[in-house]
């Protein structure tokens, strides 16, 4: 892990806090447009140190996975896709920080139906607060742009003048806000 300060959050462990956070998806659809989805199912902490080093981890889970397409939604279950059944859960974990600015880069390992890969993630640094009687909360929004068959998603679906129904671009978006738990 690459120590950084990280000045206006104290030390401890930061809880994702859920209901107040988003990770989405947006992939090239039909060579026209984009489909979006999210995960509503997923839990993770960032644990700053004394010496200000970070750390971060998340798990998804992928079954959560919702494009509000039911049908979609099945198929992105299957060994296609996320192979859900086999591998419930999506993981990151990081094994960088640098500072960019008033912002962050933080690199990582994540991991998708069996496969991992190292990932970088651009991370807009939207502040502290002391919350609502439940302690400090921060915020967070990141953004990282995958190949989809790096991580072994290699099903082809190609239309008929040319081109795939669905791209190997996948961007990913995060809207995170920690709590701090101590």
């Given at each position: 892990m690459t120590s950084t300060t990280a000045t206006a959050l104290t030390a401890g462990t930061w809880v994702i806090d859920a209901a107040h956070s988003t990770l989405g998806f947006s992939v090239r659809h039909m060579m026209v447009s984009k489909v979006r989805?999210?995960?509503?199912d997923f839990s993770g902490k960032l644990v700053i140190g004394e010496d200000g080093s970070a750390a971060a981890e998340a798990e998804i889970r992928v079954d959560s996975v919702t494009t509000d397409n039911p049908q979609r939604d099945a198929h992105l279950r299957t060994a296609d896709f996320f192979s859900a059944e086999n591998f419930p859960l999506a993981t990151f974990k990081s094994t960088g920080f640098r500072v960019k600015g008033d912002d962050f880069v933080?690199?990582?390992?994540f991991s998708i139906a069996g496969v991992?890969?190292?990932v970088t993630l651009d991370v807009e640094f939207l502040g502290v607060n002391p919350g609502m009687g439940q302690g400090p909360v921060a915020g967070f929004e990141a953004t990282t742009v995958i190949n989809r068959r790096d991580f072994g998603i290699t099903i082809d679906m190609p239309l008929a003048d040319g081109g795939a129904v669905i791209g190997d671009k996948i961007t990913l978006t995060l809207g995170i806000e920690v709590l701090q738990q101590g």
């Amino acid at each position: 892990m690459t120590s950084t300060t990280a000045t206006a959050l104290t030390a401890g462990t930061w809880v994702i806090d859920a209901a107040h956070s988003t990770l989405g998806f947006s992939v090239r659809h039909m060579m026209v447009s984009k489909v979006r989805g999210r995960f509503t199912d997923f839990s993770g902490k960032l644990v700053i140190g004394e010496d200000g080093s970070a750390a971060a981890e998340a798990e998804i889970r992928v079954d959560s996975v919702t494009t509000d397409n039911p049908q979609r939604d099945a198929h992105l279950r299957t060994a296609d896709f996320f192979s859900a059944e086999n591998f419930p859960l999506a993981t990151f974990k990081s094994t960088g920080f640098r500072v960019k600015g008033d912002d962050f880069v933080v690199d990582g390992e994540f991991s998708i139906a069996g496969v991992t890969k190292p990932v970088t993630l651009d991370v807009e640094f939207l502040g502290v607060n002391p919350g609502m009687g439940q302690g400090p909360v921060a915020g967070f929004e990141a953004t990282t742009v995958i190949n989809r068959r790096d991580f072994g998603i290699t099903i082809d679906m190609p239309l008929a003048d040319g081109g795939a129904v669905i791209g190997d671009k996948i961007t990913l978006t995060l809207g995170i806000e920690v709590l701090q738990q101590g």
